[in-house]
T-cell receptor, first 112, second 113 residues
Framework: QQQVKQSPQSLIVQKGGISIINCAYE??????FPWYQQFPGKGPALLIA?????SEKKEGRFTISFNKSAKQFSLHIMDSQPGDSATYFC???????????FGTGTRLKVLA | DAGITQSPRHKVTETGTPVTLRCHQT?????MYWYRQDPGHGLRLIHY???????DKGEVSDGYSVSRSKTEDFLLTLESATSSQTSVYFC????????????FGEGSRLTVL
C-alpha cells in the first residue's frame, strides 16, 4: 500500500528552467511533509519541509506548495541548475508516531 | 549533525544465511529507523524504534527483526536472507524535537546470492 504517491518518476529540465515534482497522500493524519534530496552513493538529506497550517514555504530556489483539501503537495525548483541533478523524495509523517512514509522518488536531470 | 555509522557498508552473502546490519549513533536521539531503497520503490520503512527496547513495524517488516538494547545502537537482522532482500539499507535518526528532520546514514549495500 503506497500511502504517498509521487510523480513523475524521472524529469529532464534545461538549465534555468523550473522543475516540478508532485506528491499525493491518503492519510489525513499526516501533519509533516518533507522533501529529501539524494545524490548517488549518499543517503537522502532534508531539503525543505512544510506543515499543513501554511500553503507555501520558500527557501531560496526551492518552494513547497501544499493543498490540504486535495491532499497534494509539490516541490518547485526555480532556475534549475546542473548541480540540482539528483533523486528527490517526498515524505509524510504523523506527530506522535513519527513514522515517515516516503514516495517512490523522482530522478531529476538538469541539462547544462 | 548527528553522527551515524552503518556497518558493514557492503556485504555479499548467500541465500539462507543470517545477516545483521548495525547502526550506531553518537548522540542520544530517541527515534531510529531502518529503510530499504530499491529502484521503483523508493524508500520503504522496515522497522523503527522510539526508545530502548521499544520498536514497531514499518511497511515491509516481513523477514526482518530489530533490536535496540542501547540508545546508540539499532540492529537489523535478516534471520535467513533471500535474494529479494538484496537492497541498499539506510539507517536514520530523527533529530530536532520540533523540526522532525530525519538524518540518514551512508547506507549498507547488501547482495544476497
Amino acid at each position: 500500500q503506497q500511502q504517498v504517491k509521487q510523480s513523475p518518476q524521472s524529469l529532464i529540465v534545461q538549465k534555468g528552467g523550473i522543475s516540478i515534482i508532485n506528491c499525493a497522500y491518503e492519510n489525513t493524519a499526516f501533519d509533516y511533509f518533507p522533501w529529501y534530496q539524494q545524490f548517488p552513493g549518499k543517503g537522502p538529506a532534508l531539503l525543505i519541509a512544510i506543515r499543513p497550517d501554511v500553503s507555501e514555504k520558500k527557501e531560496g530556489r526551492f518552494t513547497i506548495s501544499f493543498n490540504k483539501s486535495a491532499k497534494q503537495f509539490s516541490l518547485h525548483i526555480m532556475d534549475s541548475q546542473p548541480g540540482d541533478s539528483a533523486t528527490y523524495f517526498c515524505a509524510a509523517s504523523t506527530s506522535g508516531t513519527y513514522k515517515y512514509i516516503f514516495g517512490t522518488g523522482t530522478r531529476l536531470k538538469v541539462l547544462a | 549533525d548527528a553522527g551515524i555509522t552503518q556497518s558493514p557498508r557492503h556485504k555479499v552473502t548467500e541465500t539462507g544465511t543470517p545477516v545483521t546490519l548495525r547502526c550506531h549513533q553518537t548522540e542520544n536521539h530517541r527515534y531510529m529507523y531502518w529503510y530499504r531503497q530499491d529502484p521503483g520503490h523508493g524508500l520503504r520503512l522496515i522497522h523503527y524504534s522510539y526508545g530502548v527496547k521499544d520498536t514497531d513495524k514499518g511497511e515491509v517488516s516481513d523477514g526482518y527483526s530489530v533490536s535496540r538494547s542501547k540508545t546508540e545502537d539499532f540492529l537489523l537482522t535478516l534471520e535467513s536472507a533471500t535474494s529479494s532482500q538484496t537492497s541498499v539499507y539506510f539507517c536514520a535518526i530523527r533529530q530536532g524535537a520540533n523540526t522532525g528532520e530525519l538524518f540518514f546514514g551512508e547506507g549498507s549495500r547488501l547482495t544476497v546470492l
